[in-house]
C-alpha cells in the first residue's frame, strides 16, 4: 500500500462505527475527543507554569518587551491558524485531492505574512517606543513558517477523530517547551527566553507532524481546489480578522498610549484570567466542530448535542472563572514579586471576560461545522463595532481598566444577539439553556460565600498552606452542591460526566478482554 494512502485499520474501524452510527453524538464526541481534552489540560497547566515562571523571573517593564512580542506572535497566529483546515474537516467526502494545494496556500501565505511583519518591525516597534522588539518580530516571524509547513495529512486525525494520534500530538510539543524553557533560564534571563520559547513550538509542530503521519505534501498550486476550499474558508478568515479587532488590537492601544510597562501587565493579567477557561473554549470547539459535521443535516441531533456540550461547559468554566475571581490576590501575592499587585483589578475583570469566551466557544464551533461560517463572522463584525465605541471614552475614564471594561461589556452584548441567532437556527429555546448557567452560576456564589466566610474570620494569613487548604474546599463544596442540586431537581451534571466517563473507560469483552 502507498506510504500516501496508509491508514490505521483499527481507528478506521472505530471511525467507520461514528459515520455509521450517530444517534449518541454526545457520547461519541467525548469518547472521540479525550484525546484531545487531555493534552489540552497538559498543555493549560504547562502554559501556566510557564507563564507563572516568566512572570516570577522578569520584571513588569521586561514583560512588557515580551507582552510586544506575544502580541505580534498572535498577529501572526491570526493569519496562520486552522481556517483551511477547518474546510477539509467541514468538507464531506475523501480530501486527499485538496491537501497538497491546501499545503502550498498556506506556506505562499505564511511567506507573505512573515515578510510582511518583518518590513513593518521597525515601524510596530517605533509605535511602542522599544527598538528590542524589531528583532524580536524578525525572529519570530520566519520561525512561524515552519509552523504553516506542518503535514497537511495531520487533518485526517481531527476529521477522522484520530483522538490517541492527536493526544500524541499535543501532549510532545509543549513538553518539550517546558523543558527547553528549564534549560534556557540557566543561561538566559531576559525576554529571549520566551522568544526561543515560542520558536522551539513552531518547530517542533513541523518536525513531529512528519513523523507521525505518513502522507508528504508537495507543492501544488490548483486553482480549482483552492477555490472551492476558499469558497468556505472566507468567511473564517473574515471572522479571524474580527478577532484581531476584538481581541488583540486592544493590546496595541495599551501599549502605544500607556507605555511598554503597563503593556507587560495588560499581558499577564490576560493570560492568567482567560488561559484556562478559553482552552476549555479551544477543546469543546475542536472536539465537536469534527462530530456537528458528521450530523450537519439532522437538526436535532445537533441541538442535542449542543445543549449538552452546553452544559458540560457551563459545569467546568463558571465555578473555573469564579474561582480565579477569588483566589487572583493570593495567588499573585505569593507567586510573583511585589511589584505585580496592580494586577490584581485587571485580572478580576478579565476572568469574567474569559467565563463569557468560554461559553461563547461552542456556539462559533457549531456554525462553522453546519457550513455557515457567515453567522459567526458577522457576529464578530458587530461585536467590533460595538468595542470600538467603548473603547476611547472607557480608555479616557479609566485608563488601562477602561479597555478591560469595554471587552467585557461588548462580550455580553455580542453573546446575546449570538446566541438569539444561534437558537433560532437549532430550534432551542432560551428556557432550555437558562438553568444550564443558572445552576453552576448559583453553586458557584455560594462556594465563593463560603469561602470568603471562611477567610475572613478562619484562614485570614495570604499562606501556600491556606491557599491549598481553600483550594481543596472548594472543589469539595462545588461538587457537593452540584450531587445535592442534581437530587433536587431535573437538570443533569454529575450524570453527565458519569456518562462522559462510561464512554471513555475500556469494557470488558465477552471472552473477559478489556476493549479500549
Given at each position: ?14 471511525i ?16 472521540s475527543?479525550i ?18 515562571f ?6 513588569p517593564?521586561?514583560f512588557?518587551i ?28 475523501d ?13 505562499v ?19 511602542f517606543?522599544?527598538?528590542r522588539m ?28 484520530r ?31 520566551m ?11 513541523f ?21 472551492e ?14 478577532t484581531?479587532f476584538?481581541v ?9 498610549f ?42 436535532e441531533k ?18 473555573f ?10 495567588l ?22 474569559g467565563?463569557?469566551?468560554a ?21 464578530k ?9 467603548l473603547?476611547?471614552?472607557l ?9 478591560a ?19 433560532k ?28 466566610f ?25 461538587i ?12 443533569e ?24
Amino acid at each position: 500500500m502507498p506510504m500516501n494512502e496508509s491508514m490505521d485499520t483499527k481507528d478506521d474501524k472505530k471511525i467507520d462505527m461514528v459515520s455509521d452510527n450517530h444517534d449518541d453524538l454526545f457520547s461519541r464526541t467525548f469518547l472521540s475527543g479525550i484525546g484531545i481534552l487531555m493534552a489540552r489540560g497538559i498543555s493549560v497547566l504547562i502554559e501556566l507554569l510557564k507563564t507563572f515562571f516568566f512572570a516570577f523571573l522578569l520584571s513588569p517593564e521586561d514583560f512588557g518587551i515580551v507582552g510586544g512580542a506575544l502580541l505580534i506572535i498572535n498577529t501572526i497566529n491570526l493569519f496562520s491558524e486552522s481556517q483551511i483546515e477547518a474546510a477539509l474537516i467541514q468538507k464531506k467526502g475523501d480530501i486527499k485531492s485538496y491537501l497538497d494545494s491546501a499545503w502550498s496556500f498556506k506556506i505562499v501565505k505564511s511567506i507573505v505574512v512573515a515578510s510582511s511583519l518583518s518590513l513593518l518591525s521597525p515601524l510596530i516597534a517605533s509605535g511602542f517606543q522599544e527598538s528590542r522588539m524589531v528583532l524580536v518580530i524578525i525572529i519570530l516571524s520566519i520561525m512561524a513558517i515552519f509552523r504553516d509547513m506542518t503535514n497537511i495529512g495531520i487533518v485526517h486525525y481531527s476529521k477522522d477523530l484520530r483522538y490517541k494520534k492527536i493526544f500524541i500530538y499535543r501532549t510532545l510539543i509543549p513538553l518539550f517547551s517546558f523543558f527547553l524553557v528549564i534549560l534556557l533560564s540557566l543561561i538566559i534571563q531576559n525576554y529571549w527566553i520566551m522568544v526561543f520559547s515560542y520558536g522551539a513550538v513552531y518547530i517542533s509542530e513541523f518536525i513531529l507532524s512528519f513523523l507521525l503521519h505518513p502522507y508528504r505534501p508537495r507543492f501544488k498550486l490548483d486553482r480549482e481546489k483552492l477555490k472551492e476550499i476558499l469558497g468556505y474558508s472566507k468567511w473564517i478568515y473574515l471572522s479571524s480578522l474580527f478577532t484581531f479587532f476584538n481581541v488583540e488590537l486592544d493590546d496595541f492601544l495599551v501599549g502605544v498610549f500607556f507605555g511598554i510597562e503597563m503593556l507587560g501587565f495588560y499581558q499577564l493579567a490576560y493570560r492568567l484570567s482567560c488561559l484556562p477557561a478559553t482552552q476549555i473554549t479551544f477543546v469543546v470547539s475542536e472536539i465537536t466542530f469534527s462530530s456537528y459535521s458528521i450530523v450537519q443535516e439532522h437538526p436535532e441531533k445537533l441541538r442535542k448535542g449542543f445543549t449538552k456540550t452546553f452544559q458540560i461547559v457551563c459545569f467546568i468554566a463558571i465555578p473555573f472563572n469564579f474561582f480565579i475571581l477569588f483566589f487572583c490576590r493570593d495567588l499573585i501575592i505569593i507567586f510573583l514579586q511585589p511589584d505585580w499587585e496592580p494586577l490584581i483589578s485587571l485580572v478580576q475583570i478579565l476572568s469574567m471576560w474569559g467565563l463569557i469566551r468560554a461559553i461563547n466557544g461552542n456556539r462559533g464551533a457549531l456554525t462553522n461545522a453546519i457550513g455557515k461560517p457567515s453567522i459567526d463572522a458577522k457576529i464578530k463584525g458587530i461585536s467590533t463595532i460595538i468595542l470600538y465605541s467603548l473603547l476611547i471614552p472607557l480608555g479616557y475614564l479609566f485608563g488601562v481598566h477602561g479597555i478591560a471594561m469595554s471587552i467585557l461589556i461588548t462580550s455580553i452584548i455580542a453573546s446575546i444577539i449570538g446566541f438569539r441567532i444561534l437558537l433560532k437556527l437549532i430550534r432551542c429555546k432560551v428556557k432550555e439553556l437558562v438553568p444550564f448557567l443558572f445552576i453552576p452560576l448559583l453553586n458557584s456564589l455560594i462556594t465563593i460565600f463560603i469561602l470568603s466566610f471562611l477567610k475572613t474570620f478562619f484562614l485570614q494569613e495570604t499562606s501556600m498552606i491556606n491557599l491549598i487548604l481553600l483550594i481543596a474546599i472548594s472543589a469539595i463544596m462545588y461538587i457537593s452542591l452540584c450531587v445535592i442540586t442534581e437530587r433536587l431537581s431535573k437538570f443533569e451534571f454529575i450524570s453527565l460526566i458519569k456518562e462522559l466517563l462510561s464512554t471513555i473507560l475500556p469494557k470488558k469483552g465477552n471472552d473477559g478482554s478489556l476493549d479500549i
